[in-house]
DNA sequence: GTCCAATAAGACACCGTTGTCATATGGGAG
DNA sequence: CTCCCATATGACAACGGTGTCTTATTGGAC
């Protein structure tokens, strides 16, 4: 039924080692041969069996991306570069949602590389810092790279950007727009970027000479009703900020939002940044001044680095951009 | 090294071929058997190959999810669903992204299929109406369901929405608030619900009694420049409508920001509705009427019909839901 | 007490590849 | 001319499960 190596061998007149030689790009083929059987193989419409492979191999051609992230844009960026580095491998992508304050976290990674002989994986954040994921990943010794960590940087090859760095820019074009009281609002505690995106901001405002007023900082979760609620908050103080810096797209949206209800005008009444530039970003009204995070250039070179032989340990940083759009706009003089 | 069905059978003191049944719940196990196998299987932490369970059995444990769709919200949400349902069955979900316009598309789905030897396959709108895609399924007899399918309903068992009502509803509803020139910016002209949410909108003007004005109506690509050069055209109009009814949220995004930057006030001087209710509704200002398309449930839904024993064709409609919110009011008197 | 069907469990081939080892050939170094 | 190594190819076992067939062992009907 199925067309197999051996419709293959028959077809070329060579033994099915000689194909699978073929088909694997071994050395000691020669010229002629390898013509048979590549013609062969198109005549027949030929695909190896992954399954055989597997069994009989050292690799799968199969790798794992895990995920635990509810911004559908984020993992749709991330599946998208690891799609297309895979492709030109000709390796499979398993895309693997997870919830990384699951209990059996670990069970369901152990067994996903149990049952797949998956030949690597990617580990995008935040579940780069679970724990358990990471554990469990260590003890198979399989080989895996993350996409921007937030922990413990020597363990594995991880690509990245500046967050920190990030955040120090957005915050610094905000201050020299002449903004002196600059909202922030705080990621979900879970990702490890929110820390670095806060710290980023706090130390733009120290080396600008402007005093940390915590105040200004409210807690948020990277969704669209804590931005609103950061904003409501905000906006209610004595002595509000002329400018929020949001440390999401999501959140600034919600920001966005919030100031149009109560009938502020942005950016004349309010900047409003924020950080990731998904599209949402020009989706909103006006749009969003935000930093543009390379995620589908992380995603790909992460998987490149999968794929390299050299199992060297590298970290590699991608360039973020500072996107001025239309929400933010120099402080009105009062 | 590997954890195998053999170091299971030791532990447990019974033949591979009990363990076996064990893993796949056959009848004629007993329960003391049974127990000590399960045990076993604890102890060890054991998890099958995929790989030799493919190769020697006749299911592989996976199905792929097929899309070509370039909406990340709706890709994710179809993505949930199926996992989802997957996820209850032990079933893996490989999800691939293809080009419906690519000439390779057939040899990409066949590989596809051969390589995992797949049990079944999810088409997700508009790879249900890609010819090559249906075709190549159809030549090798693999079991497949299709997700909002515009043609060949015949031809196997679908889910969907009806498009054509919900979108005479959204009408109906602009049309009860007083509305007489309504706009309407088509869809992708690849996707056949473009046309179906397209003769919704003339039904319920005809039903009403308002003649179809074809300059009122504008083609669109379902993305947010495209709402945004159909509102303009729309607004630049002699006689300019009082309401735009755009065929899904990115494009009633485009309008709504065009709206904005020509200083129209929406809802009191323009009512815009959207269709799909994906979150992006919720993320603007101000916040999107739109349809909710229950993506996530027809997923599901999908994917339940795959696993379904029953070989029989069936065709679930699911229900769609108008969502009345700010950017729509009723018609002010002038 | 005999027979048969239902239950319970094992032996063994086989799925479609790759890894290992054996074999044959050709050409350059000595 | 011999020897050896690089090149080129094939035979065969192995990977880790399931399908098929065979072989006990029950227990109820006659």
Not at 10 to 30: F, P, Q
Not at 160 to 171: K, R
Not at 211 to 236: C, H, W
């Amino acid at each position: 039924m199925r067309v197999t190596i051996k419709d293959v061998s028959r077809i070329a007149g060579v033994s099915i080692k000689t194909v699978s030689r073929v088909l694997n790009k071994e050395k000691y083929v020669s010229d002629i041969t390898r013509r048979k059987v590549e013609e062969a193989v198109t005549a027949l419409n030929f695909s190896p069996s992954l399954a055989a492979r597997t069994l009989a191999g050292s690799r799968s051609f199969q790798i794992a991306l895990i995920y635990d992230n509810h911004s559908p844009y984020y993992i749709h960026a991330v599946q998208e570069g690891v799609w297309n580095r895979c492709r030109e491998e000709g390796v499979r992508m398993l895309a693997q949602p997870v919830d990384i304050d699951s209990p059996t976290l670990a069970l369901e990674i152990g067994g996903l590389i149990d049952e797949t002989h998956v030949d690597g994986v990617i580990l995008s954040s935040p579940v780069t810092d679970a724990p358990a994921a990471l554990a469990e990943l260590e003890r198979r010794r399989i080989r895996f790279v993350r996409i921007s960590p937030g922990t413990n940087h020597a363990l594995t090859s991880s690509v990245f950007m500046d967050d920190v760095q990030a955040a120090d820019d957005m915050t610094t074009h905000l201050i020299n727009q002449g903004h002196r009281r600059i909202g922030f609002v705080v990621g979900h505690p879970n990702h490890m970027a929110s820390d670095q995106r806060h710290f980023g901001y706090r130390r733009a405002l120290d080396r600008a000479g402007i005093a940390y007023e915590p105040e200004l900082v409210r807690p948020g979760t990277f969704d669209f009703e804590s931005g609103m609620a950061a904003a409501e908050a905000l906006l209610k103080l004595a002595n509000k900020p002329s400018a929020i810096f949001a440390s999401n797209d999501d959140m600034a949206a919600g920001v966005l939002s919030y100031a149009h209800r109560v009938g502020l005008d942005v950016p004349q009444d309010l900047s409003v940044a924020g950080f990731d530039d998904t599209p949402l970003a020009q989706l909103v009204w006006p749009p969003l001044t935000t930093v543009r995070q390379p995620v589908r250039e992380l995603a790909y070179a992460a998987t490149n680095q999968l794929f390299c032989a050299d199992p060297a340990i590298v970290h590699q940083r991608l360039q973020h951009e500072v996107m001025v759009r239309g929400s933010t706009a120099p402080l009105r003089k009062s």
